[in-house]
């Protein structure tokens, strides 16, 4: 039963989350550099959604041997967050020299097939390396610069051997700057050699060049514990590691000044593309027309914002919140901005936004490059549905993509034909009705609070009565002799007889009315008591009480 | 009793006259009449408590006069007095959107209240109040259902009533308000020549905390607060443009 309930919360939470989520596929090779002969691994990672079969990878016909391994599936939360990733894993071997492009992987999914990225794989002739190999290497991408570029430094280590640790010296830091979009990454992976396997190490550090000049980093020193076998028994085996230390000198890197901007010059340097889209040709007056601008390439565009003048003829373009992202992909910086904004027409006939431009710098180029931000015409009518979607900024003024709705219609709807113009607002006469109508309720429960309060009081007054010895007890204390004990034995069988009740047959209701009528002429009318009167009277007055006691 | 009487018919003598503005607006407003139409509402808003469709029209109306921070003070009226109009909150919405300089509104009305008014509240907790009197005191209710169920019936209509009771108390010592076409200075002090913290563009939505002497104290989304003259704001409250 527990586990059923589990299921379907379980169920639940993935259809109620399913609708957030969207499928993403990636392609994953380790190693940009092999050596003929050389395996590295490649990975094809869906997430959200199980593919309908394994994906097909694209590779050249000739130069390299693709081999589907196997595939396994894991489960990651975050902040509440589940997600389900996929991974295909494949073999990937160097037959020839060259350099060669794998992919994209096409994954099928459901009726959809999404395509991934492709990846750039270099094959160097193959190179004897000895079999206890432990390199170094640390380096800039680039040896000249341009000031506002993004250049990489990457450093790493390549061993044969089994290592246990390693520790890089300082970074250099001379005339270049941290970005703050792009995140160091770090990588390790295994590529299979004839001779060994060969275990890899990369950093790689994206920074932007920011003061001209020539800089010549001092040597980066790398420590490592190489392992060179193995102390101890059973549960307390250790490696026996060895430290070794090793140097690698850095070229020298040029930052060179950007040559004099032209009017208008952005700021961007590197090497972007510009793509502009509207979704639609035709939309009527007052509906939202999104239109997304992208810049996407390699260089940073942290800082950059764009956007148009509000107030255009024949239309009103609002902004969106930008989005901007960078990253290290395939041993290059990328960084990607959206701007996403909406147009809204005011007027009905042809709108034409008038062009826009960007000027980047392109380091590859050496000079200053225009971008033409073209924006297509629209046919523009009046008060006629369109296809097209509506942006309404619902209750909140920022993020406004979250609020995307499918009718299409003008800004603001008009006003009522008929209606009534006074209404009552019973806020002030709230409590008394509350009062009215809740009164007998009230009026029940102080009225049980009262009788719970006098049983209460009547239960605690009770207590303090002392009480009434048994009628037992009270014939081991009778009187002596005289009247007194005649007395008290009289009173004794009346409250036996009351306390017996019904259990009192007739003979004992004869022998009791028999019995009272001696005490009686005894104590009132001068006769003298037999000699049993007190004996019988006791035990009449002991079987009452034994009856009663069987009776309850 | 006939005191009585007459006091009720003249009370729907007088809706029944005042439910032809509506109509009257409208068709001043369908030849292009604006500015009459416009006339002709406020004049039935100042002869009494207004209905969300007086404060939805007029709303419309200031919109299309141009004159959006007026416009989103009569959607939020409207929306007090009827929360569940699509057409009102769509409006809002689309007005809210068009004010790009603005910081973002602050929201005055308590979201159960977005929900159903002061007076849906109140009536239904009565309701249940009532109901559970009756099934506490008719012998043949307390027989067939004992004392607990009209108990806990009571127990829901009080929650209610007092959701209504502490809703109207806020609305009515703490409403909203509405920056006007002119903008506002929020100021550190309730005097006209104070320091200045920043300038309210038109059409900001705050929260109100007090009044004195002519200046309202207010915060905004942005985490200012201070001082600004009354009259440079729509109050949006229990009544339409009453302040404490």
Redesign the interface.
């Known amino acids: 039963m527990v586990m059923w309930v589990r299921g379907c919360v379980w169920l639940m939470l993935c259809c109620l989350c399913a609708p957030a989520m969207a499928a993403n596929v990636e392609l994953r090779v380790s190693g940009h550099k092999l050596q003929v002969g050389q395996v590295a691994e490649l990975r094809v990672v869906v997430t959200e959604q199980r593919p309908n079969s394994v994906p097909q990878v694209l590779v050249p016909q000739s130069g390299l041997n693709l081999q589907y391994v196997g595939q396994g599936s894991q489960v990651n939360t975050y902040n509440g967050r589940t997600t389900r990733i996929y991974t295909f894993n494949y073999r990937i071997e160097a037959l020839a020299e060259g350099t060669f492009q794998i992919g994209p992987a096409q994954v099928r999914l459901g009726n959809d097939t999404l395509k991934t990225r492709t990846v750039n794989l270099k094959v160097n002739p193959r190179v004897q390396m000895s079999g206890d190999m432990l390199e170094a290497f640390a380096h800039w991408d680039v040896e000249e610069a341009w000031v506002g570029q993004v250049i990489l430094y990457q450093r790493g280590l390549r061993s044969r051997k089994k290592l246990r640790g390693d520790r890089w010296s300082d970074l250099p830091k001379e005339g270049v700057g941290f970005l703050n979009d792009g995140k160091p990454k770090y990588s390790e992976f295994m590529i299979a050699d004839p001779e060994g396997d060969i275990y890899n190490k990369q950093e790689t550090f994206p920074w932007i060049a920011l003061v001209p000049g020539t800089y010549k980093a001092p040597p980066g020193i790398l420590r490592v514990d190489v392992v060179v076998g193995r102390e101890g028994r059973g549960f307390f085996v250790r490696h026996k590691t060895r430290k070794e230390v090793l140097s690698v000198e850095h070229k020298p890197l040029v930052i060179k000044e950007l040559p004099p901007a032209p009017p208008g010059f952005s700021g961007l340097v590197g090497d972007f593309k510009v793509r502009s889209e509207i979704s639609t040709s035709e939309a009527t007056v007052g509906a939202s027309i999104p239109w997304v601008l992208e810049v996407e390439g390699k260089g940073s565009l942290e800082n950059f914002d764009w956007s148009i003048e509000k107030d255009q003829k024949g239309a009103r373009v609002y902004d969106g919140t930008p989005s901007v992202s960078g990253a290290v992909i395939d041993g290059s910086y990328f960084a990607l901005a959206r701007f996403e904004q909406v147009i809204v027409p005011t007027q009905p006939g042809t709108l034409a936004l008038p062009s826009q431009k960007i000027i980047t710098f392109s380091p590859t180029k050496g000079e200053y490059v225009t971008h033409d931000i073209s924006i297509p015409s629209m046919k523009i009518e009046k008060g006629v549905a369109q296809d097209g979607t509506f942006t309404s900024f619902v209750d909140h003024l920022t993020r406004p993509e979250e609020f995307q709705q499918t009718p299409s219609y003008e800004g603001v709807r008009p006003p009522y034909a008929t209606g009534a113009t006074y209404a009552k607002v019973w806020g002030h006469w709230m409590p008394w009705l509350a009062f009215l109508t809740g009164m007998p309720m009230l009026f029940w429960l102080l009225l049980s609070g009262w009788n719970v309060l006098s049983e209460w009081n009547r239960k605690r007054l009770a207590a303090r009565v002392p009480k009434e010895p048994d009628i037992l007890t009270q014939l081991n204390r009778l009187p002596e002799q005289g009247d007194a004990r005649l007395a008290a034995l009289e009173s004794l069988l009346m409250r036996a007889h009351r306390q017996a009740g019904l259990a009192v047959d007739e003979e004992i209701q004869k022998e009791q009315s028999e019995l009272m009528a001696l005490i009686h002429s005894v104590r009132f009318g001068g006769k003298r008591a037999t000699d049993d009167l007190d004996a019988r009277t006791v035990d009449l007055i002991r079987r009452m009480t034994s009856l009663r006691k069987e009776a309850s | 009793m006939r005191l009585l009487l007459f006091w009720l018919l003249s009370l729907i003598c ?2 029944h006259a ?2 032809g ?3 009257e ?2 068709a001043l ?1 369908e030849t292009g009449d604006l500015e009459g139409a416009t006339e002709l ?1 406020e004049t ?2 100042d002869s ?7 404060h ?2 007029l709303g ?2 200031w ?2 006069r141009g004159n959006t921070p007026r416009a989103l003070a009569h959607w939020r009226m409207g929306r007090v ?1 009827h929360p569940r109009d699509a ?1 009102l909150v ?11 300089d ?1 910081i ?2 602050i929201d005055s009305q308590p979201p159960l209240l977005q929900v159903a ?3 849906e509240w ?2 239904l ?3 249940l ?2 109901l ?3 099934g ?2 008719i012998p043949l209710g307390r027989r067939r259902l004992g004392k607990w169920p ?1 108990l806990a019936t ?1 127990v829901v ?2 929650v209610l ?1 007092w959701i ?2 502490s809703g ?1 108390q806020h ?2 010592n703490h409403p909203g308000a509405v920056v006007g076409e002119e903008g506002a200075f929020l100021r550190k002090l309730a005097a006209r020549h104070s320091d200045i913290v920043s300038k309210l563009p038109p059409g900001t939505e705050v929260g109100v905390e007090r009044v004195h002497l002519g200046f309202a104290l207010v915060n905004t989304s942005g985490e200012s607060r201070g001082w600004i003259p009354v009259g440079a704001v729509f109050f949006v409250g ?2 339409w443009n009453v302040h404490p």
Request: proline share 3%; aromatic share 8%; charged share 10%.
């Open positions: 007088a809706q005042l439910a503005a509506i109509e607006g409208y407003l509402w039935a808003l009494g408590e207004g209905s969300a469709i007086l939805y029209n419309t109306a919109y299309r007095l057409n769509h409006n809002l919405a689309v007005a809210r959107s068009e004010l790009a603005v973002e509104p008014t002061v007076s109140g009536v907790g009565s309701l109040l009532g559970a009197s009756l506490l005191w009209p009571g209509g009080l009533v209504a009771i109207s609305l009515e229990q009544e």
